[in-house]
């Protein structure tokens, strides 16, 4: 049965999509379930850091499920209402305060890419491939799903994706910006979780500040003053005090999001 199921372990969350027979195919309950883990984990101050990955190594997730589409995307209200829920899922990742990590094996194919592109790292395997060949099937990308991507990547690269329809390798999504990381397939994982522990041992308040001035920064428009006094807030936090605290006295901070 296909599902998403969430654990959490010292502090880093990890969301696993799962949908065996289907190469870990995103249906419409997947995309639900992914909206509502995301909406509980952005709320949850204990969390420090979320990998995102599929069900074993085969694939993070090769598309959406197809199979759906006949009857659950047949008129443009059914269309309307799959892809609002589909659109939610990517926000509530896009938007989520605490860090994401796309942990990368296989295929990331069309939703898969997705979800990957609106992750904030990706990590992924030498043999991992991406891309969304749905000129092939007669559809386009929902522009609320092609958003995070065209961010990512820029218009030149999503042109090549979607006109041509090709699968990129690991290399070349990496040097179109695709992905963070490339490492051997057998590090993938060790890799995604030194790099969550990474962002984990930091103040996670700063973590979530530097997400949202990245975001307000891309809009291109210049901070106006109560921004750039705003940009100061961690002058106020114990965990600015702690941070400092700990270099003078050379020792690890304890950070506590306050």
Known sequence: MSHISLSTTDGIATLVLANAAKLNAIDLTMWWQLAAHMASIGRDGEIRCIVIRGAGD???AAGGDLEEFVAGRATLDQA?????QVAAALNAIADCPHPTVAMIHGACIGGGLEIAGVCDLRVCGESARFGAPINKLGFSMYPGEMEGLLKLAGAA???EI???GRILTAAEAYEKGLVTRVVPDAQVEDEAYATARRIAAGAPLVAAWH????RRLQNGKPLNDEEKAASFA???TEDY?????AFLAKRKPLFKGR
């Open 80 to 84: 309307l209402h799959y892809h609002a």
């Open 157 to 159: 690269v999503m042109k």
């Open 162 to 164: 979607l006109l041509e």
């Open 241 to 245: 005090k702690e941070g400092l605290a």
């Open 211 to 214: 997400k949202q001035w990245i």
């Open 234 to 236: 961690f002058l106020d």
């Open 58 to 60: 085969e694939a993070f």
